[in-house]
């Protein structure tokens, strides 16, 4: 991390005040299949308060990796990276799947654990030596997200940091990131 002074500790603002942003989260039990317990931010999203400072709380752990702009990966990324690059003051970009962006675009293939994906940003968003600090809601296995980072990399930006809402420790999806990784909550099983 850069050394730009004290960091508020977890679970906290830089004013000192304190927010429990787990008790914003729900579980939900075998979603999408059994078996998987999915960790919804939607109950966080629909109360603004709520809202509002965990998105303060990104501010805080992004602001010391002096970005540029920000990159959200489609869908909840975005919801989580556009009222934090207004926060911060900076652009975002939008890393989308395949046709869904107008214009020209480059695109990144990754593998998954069966088959094949594609994110794709507009060919112009990246400017080389943009400092991209990419956004999603959620690292599990970190296919995605290093996918991202990869296609960000190859349009020229610099990613001084990756960063989520919750990451799953469990499935170590930080040893794929080619990018320093920070996250608001783990949740490790």
Known sequence: ????????????LADGSSFDLKAHIRAVPDFPKPGILFY?????????????????????????????TLAGIESRGFVLAAPLALELGLGFILLRKPRKLPGATIGYNYALEYGTDRLEIQ????????????LDDLLATGGTMAAGIRLLKEAGAEVPLAAAMIELTFLNGRARLDAPFEALAAYDS
């Open 40 to 68: 919804d931010i939607c109950t966080l999203l629909r109360d603004g308060p709520a809202f509002n400072a965990a998105i303060k709380m990104l501010a805080d752990l992004v602001r010391p990796y002096r970005p540029t």
């Open 1 to 12: 991390m850069p050394d730009t002074g004290p960091t508020p500790a977890p679970g906290s």
């Open 123 to 134: 060919a112009d968003a990246v400017k080389k030596g943009d400092r991209v600090v990419l």
